[in-house]
């Protein structure tokens, strides 16, 4: 735990920059109603995303220049909500904190999203799909990177939950964007409304959390003084209904941290949630990379990570949510192999992924997956911008099966791409591979429930990543081309502002799990380094559990050279699949044809959900609530029933008063007055 | 002069209105009968708004002026009518009327202007109407005299039952008569209540008592002196629980609380876009500022008793409006119906009986008159460009109206309870409140704010997205300056509550604990609740 707290002015600009980018776009769109030439929309939006690029570098200079105890740099601004006096005080404050973990998700989100924000420009010159388009996708991508930067910094529940709904809506804003389409326009509303479903589990947990601390005598929703008054909450005991499972007594802390976990879900497309994560690919691609893949998805890691002493101390509800993680990354791994859509493909792993990092979580290693988080965030951006290159290249055809043999075509975009097929498949040197290999290697020593199969499910994931990312580069950049030969004529690599993006990106995909270097590795002495694991040392902290014991060394050379095995297992199947038989892929499919139509069908989620909640509620609301007891019961038979019988009564004396002359009706408002008034005065 | 507006300011903006309304009608008449021509509508309707502004002028000067630290009544205004019957003239403000003065003088001028062609027959009467409402509703929110309070109470029934019936849509003879019977009926039993109360002061002090608290500095009998009997003890007219049940009727009809609010979405569904305006913002609110003045601190212990069934039907409304706006075809019935919802949060801020929820049910009030007012008025610029507010007859307007759909997206996620806009303090003010005084309810209302999204966003994407399936879409004109110039004012508050709320927040919770305290003061001994707080410091 970090004590004191340095003040740094610049930060509140980090999230500021970028949002008061958004509110000049957004007055220039509506109020101004001027078209604004490229280059100014341009300039405003990178510009402020590289401002805070640059505050977060200066910041985190400033911070690891303090010692490893307090290395926590404060900013704050004012009080925003505050009512209640004694020991109901709520109160709380627009204030920031960079921490290590905050430093990590702002420096990846700030430095991801400038690398975007650039690549968009690009991406959307060329779109005229809807007015003012340009000016409006970069208002919205600015108005993200605002909420974002928010939600990473907020040094409390309330403000970070303002970031979080802020994210939610700018997801909502960006997967409608091209709006005309009706498909687009309701995956936004799907995304959103899903994810409002996992934010009353962020809501209750936050009030069920302040309401303990209030009994404890220290109401408080701020991050720090939760972590420093937890201990006194521990080990409350809370009574549910006792219908619920395993109660009717319930350890707090668990059921606390079940509901950040559904906020969680929500956020990062976990089971049952994640439902709208493979439909938001409706949006513009360096949209899926920056919200769907590097940045907002991985929220609700974070928020795990965030709140780390508390799911230290939740052993169940880190088992919940080291199996979920676990079935999803499985889930999503397999339904990525039968997608033919590019983005969807990448979709699916990204939820694949995020799975892993709840993995690790769960499982208590908290550096594991924030480090996944991070090289996570290289490997899917890249491997989405450059699908993004590809669809350009392609004139917005997705269909892997109109693809195949684009290496010779776009040649900057092949490198590229398989450069982070490679990372993020686990391939050693790469990012990936280092990341993915500390999760594997927290989930053979985890203590949860049913541990051995967890990590064979994670292993057997980590090389279905392998086949179904390598699956999706031979079908793309291999084999014969299948697309018209008027369009392989045109084809070309992207212009440099899109290219240079890729670049960095590629850079970073293969360098940056150095950062996590093993411990076990660095002590054989084989490579010469300073420090090893420095990532989760720089972490330690600020998340529970760093000081825990790791596993044997000799054991962990062998889980590594199961997790190269797996890797290269899915590659090597991948590549003798559709590279060197075509036609299997074909073959296996036909005969497990009712096995391939689940897969496709998604399991039928979104059906189930539609006859099971969606079409019983609105039937429910519109039979029985509206038409049985608003318009049948209370009007039809209570209300108009007795205006009806009074009306009988009254047919003959009461229609000539009502003679709609509204000088009539004032003039005998006024006697009536007047009448009265002088009554009394009498 | 600014010595008189200062020493007069309540009764200056309470009378204004009404007093341009009269000046009007009196110079419209002298000339008729100096044969002079009438005086033409255009002049009615400026004066109307110049009116009305300087209405909101003098209201803004009241937030200036009014004093955030103090607990108690300020801008007091006693003066003695009929000493005999315990009817004075008293005005005065606290932090719970405060802003609900301002709101209503905000919106009439906003509704007049963004009605510029709305009304276009029997102006005149239009006018007479709107401002003798303003005075009505003003006048209602600042009379601490329970019998004047009545009075403003009644006189707000009459203009609004016109401005249905005439202004109205197909059905308006129906819908005004029933919102009138509705009104009538709660006022009935609360006019009998009244007399009651009345009686009871009379029993034990000797005179008739109508006036709620002493004034300041006066030492003059009032209601919260009267011990109201609980039940057992007295003639079952006399006790708290009937008393409070007479009063709670007519503020549970006005707000409106489930199963009374059928009729709220006829008088929406037919009110014209001004009429709509005023009634979900402003006259909706008098049941909940009703419970806040009256209903609370005159029969505590009943209130506290019929605290759980008041929350659950607030929970019945909250999960109900949702689920029934879900269902609509008409946007302006499914606003009704999420008004429904609203108000349920509100009355569930108000019965928790802590300061979280009680601050939060009177931000919340502030908060849903000026995102459902701005709702109404945007649907009304649909409804003037198409003549229709048919959610399928639409679809695709961004395209043609990119500012009014920029416009609908703000003010939709201002009434979702988006954070950073308005509604989100209020509600998570409420939640918490609520969370600590029954998390069950607070769980309950927390799955209506995740409703909210799904049938406002329904709405949202059917109208403003997807392609233009109707060719009269295509041409739609967009907002024009007098549309933008109103809705960026209903911005400004919608974007400073939600960002720094700390102003009204400041304001609010003095007076929402001098409630409390006036609660727990006459409640009997053993029935008061342990939530409330001793009185606080002023904040730094």
């Known amino acids: 735990m970090v004590t004191g707290g340095t003040e740094f002015d610049l930060l509140h600009w980090i999230p500021l920059a970028p949002l008061f980018a958004a509110v000049l776009h957004g007055v220039l769109l509506v109020v101004v109603r001027r078209t604004v030439s490229e280059w100014i929309t341009v300039a405003i939006s990178c510009g402020a995303i590289t401002a805070s690029f640059v505050i977060s570098c200066a910041a985190f200079a400033r911070m690891v220049r303090l010692p490893d105890e307090s290395r926590l740099l404060v900013d704050h601004l004012y009080t925003w909500i505050g009512a209640g006096v004694g020991s109901q005080a709520f109160s709380t404050e627009l204030a920031f904190q960079f921490d290590p973990l905050s430093a990590v998700m702002t420096l990846v989100v700030s430095g991801v999203g400038a690398l975007i924000h650039f690549y968009s420009w690009g991406y959307m010159k060329e779109d005229e799909r809807e007015d003012k388009g340009f000016q409006r996708f970069f208002c919205y991508l600015n108005l993200f990177s605002f909420a974002m930067l928010l939600l990473v910094l907020a040094d409390n529940l309330v403000l970070m939950f303002l970031g979080w709904e802020g994210v939610g809506l700018c997801s909502y804003l960006l997967i409608g964007f091209w709006y005309s389409d009706r498909n687009n326009a309701y995956a936004g509303s799907k995304a959103f409304i899903v994810n409002r479903i996992g934010d009353l589990g962020f809501i209750v947990g936050m009030l069920l959390l302040f309401s303990m601390l209030a009994e404890a005598g220290h109401p408080t929703v701020g991050f720090q003084d939760i972590e420093r008054y937890f201990a006194q909450i521990a080990d409350v005991e809370l009574d549910l209904p006792a219908w619920l499972p395993g109660g009717p007594s319930y350890r707090a802390v668990n059921v606390v941290g079940l509901c950040f976990f559904i906020g969680a879900c929500g956020k990062s497309a976990q089971i049952p949630l994640h439902v709208w ?33 508390l799911y230290a101390a939740a052993p169940e509800a880190s088992a919940i949510i080291a199996w979920t993680g676990a079935l999803t990354a499985a889930l999503g791994a397999v339904l990525a192999l039968v997608q033919t859509d590019i983005k969807k493909v990448l979709a699916y792993s990204t939820m694949s992924q995020l799975g892993f990092m709840f993995v690790a979580v769960g499982c208590g290693a908290y550096a594991a997956a924030m480090f996944h988080l991070a090289t996570h965030a290289f490997m899917q951006a890249l491997l989405f911008l450059a699908a993004g290159s590809v669809i350009l290249a392609m004139q917005h055809e997705q269909n ?31 990012a990936g591979f280092f990341s993915k290999d500390a999760i594997l290697v927290a989930a053979y020593g985890a203590e949860v429930a049913g541990g051995p199969w967890l990590y064979r499910l994670m292993l057997a994931t980590a090389g279905l990543t392998a086949l179904y990312l390598f699956r999706l580069y031979f079908r793309v950049f291999r084999g014969k081309g299948r697309a018209p030969r008027g369009l392989r004529d045109r084809m070309e690599d992207p212009p440099g502002s899109m290219v240079v993006p890729l670049y960095v990106l590629s850079g970073l995909a293969i360098f940056a799990g150095l950062a996590g270097f093993p411990q076990a590795w660095g002590d054989l002495g084989w490579v010469d380094i300073e420090e090893s694991n420095s990532f989760a040392n720089f972490l330690a902290p600020v998340l529970a559990g760093s000081e825990r014991e790791g596993l044997a060394h000799e054991i962990e050379y062998r889980l590594t050279l199961r997790a190269v095995l797996a890797a290269i297992t899915g ?44 079409r019983p509620l609105v039937a429910i609301s519109d039979r029985l609530l509206y038409r049985g007891i608003d318009a049948g019961l209370i009007d039809g038979l209570l209300v108009n029933g007795v ?15 009502q003679s709609g002359l509204i000088q009539a009706y004032m003039f005998l408002m006024l006697v009536g007055a007047v009448a009265i008034v002088a009554l009394l005065m009498r | 002069m600014t010595a008189f507006v200062d020493d007069n300011l309540l009764l200056l903006i309470t009378f204004l209105p009404l007093g341009t309304a009269l000046a009007l009608l009196v110079t419209n008449a002298l000339g008729s009968l100096l044969g002079l021509p009438r005086l033409p509508t255009q002049v009615w309707r400026i004066t109307a708004v110049a009116g009305s502004i300087l209405t909101f002028l003098l209201a803004l000067q009241l937030v200036f002026v009014f004093d955030p630290v103090s607990t108690r009544i300020q801008f007091v205004d006693h003066r003695e009518w009929l000493p005999d019957l315990g009817i004075h003239h008293y005005f005065g ?7 609900l003065v301002a709101l209503t003088a905000l919106l009439v001028p906003v509704a007049f202007v963004a009605a510029w062609n709305d009304i276009d027959s029997r102006l005149r009467s239009f006018v007479f109407c709107m401002l003798a409402l303003e005075t009505g509703m003003i006048g209602a929110f600042v009379s601490l005299n329970l019998f004047e309070f009545y009075m403003f109470w009644e006189l707000m029934l009459v203009p609004m039952y016109f401005m249905i019936g005439i202004w109205g849509g197909p059905r308006r003879i129906y819908a005004a008569l029933k919102f009138f019977l509705f009104t009538m009926f709660g006022s009935v039993f609360m006019l009998i209540a009244m007399v009651v109360l009345g009686w009871l002061a009379y029993e034990q002090s000797g005179s008739l008592v109508f006036d709620l608290v002493a004034p300041p500095g006066m030492a003059t009998p009032a209601l919260l002196d009267v011990v109201v009997p609980l ?26 609380i489930v199963p009374f609010h059928t009729w709220l979405p006829d008088a929406h569904v037919e009110a014209p876009t ?25 029969f505590p212990t009943a209130a506290m008793a019929y605290g759980p069934w008041l929350i659950g039907l607030a929970l019945v409304g909250i999960i109900y409006g949702s689920l029934v706006a879900m269902v609509q075809s008409d946007v302006k019935k499914l606003v009704a119906y999420s008004s429904v919802a609203h108000m349920g949060f509100v009355v569930l801020g108000i019965f928790v009986f802590n300061v979280e929820g009680l601050v939060g049910g009177v931000l919340q009030m502030i908060n849903h008159g000026i995102s459902t007012s701005a709702l109404f008025l945007l649907v009304g610029f649909l ?30 996620f201002a009434s979702i309870g988006l954070p950073m806009l308005n509604g989100f303090v209020g509600e998570i003010l409420i939640l918490m409140g609520a969370f600590l005084h029954s998390p069950g309810a607070a769980i309950v209302a927390a799955i209506g704010v995740a409703l909210s999204a799904a049938y406002m966003l329904w709405m949202y994407r059917r109208v403003a997205f997807g392609p233009v399936e109707h060719p009269e879409n295509r041409s739609l004109i967009d907002l024009s300056l007098r549309e933008r110039v109103v809705m960026l004012l209903l911005l400004v508050p919608i974007f400073w509550i939600g960002i720094y709320p700390d102003p009204f927040l400041r304001r609010i919770e003095p007076s929402v604990i001098e409630v409390l305290r006036q609660v727990d003061r006459r409640a009997e001994p053993g029935t008061r609740s342990d939530v409330i707080p001793p009185v606080r410091e002023a904040r730094p």
């Open chain 1, 277 to 309: 994560l493979p439909d938001a690919m409706a949006g513009p691609t360096p949209v899926s990379a920056l919200i769907h893949a590097a940045t907002m998805v991985t929220a609700g890691v974070y928020l795990v990570c965030r709140m780390s002493f």
């Open chain 1, 400 to 430: 892997i099966d109109a693809m195949g043999g684009l290496r010779r075509r776009i040649p900057r975009t092949h490198w590229t791409f398989l450069i982070g097929a490679l990372a993020l498949s686990g391939v050693l040197p790469f």
């Open chain 1, 571 to 614: 590659t090597g199947l991948a590549w003798w699949l559709y590279l060197q038989r075509p036609t299997w892929p074909e073959k296996i499919r036909s005969s497990f044809h009712r096995l391939h139509h689940v897969l496709v069908a998604k399991f039928w989620v979104d059906e189930i959900y539609g006859v099971l909640l969606v």
């Open chain 1, 643 to 657: 205006a009806r019988s009074i009306r009988a009564l009254a047919a003959n004396g009461l229609r000539y008063v």
């Open chain 2, 93 to 99: 403000v606290d932090g719970i009327s405060l802003f």
């Open chain 2, 231 to 256: 039940s057992g003890d007295a003639p079952w007219w006399k006790t708290q629980s009937w008393l409070f049940a007479a009063f709670a009727l007519a503020f549970a009809i006005k707000i409106p």
């Open chain 2, 274 to 298: 001004a009429g709509s305006v005023i009634l979900a913002a402003v006259l909706l609110k008098m049941g909940t500022y009703g419970f806040l003045r009256f209903g609370l601190p005159l």
């Open chain 2, 383 to 412: 409804y003037e460009r198409r003549h229709t507010r048919e959610i399928s007859d639409f679809g695709g307007t961004a395209k043609a109206m990119p500012v009014h759909a920029a416009f609908l997206g703000i003010v939709i």
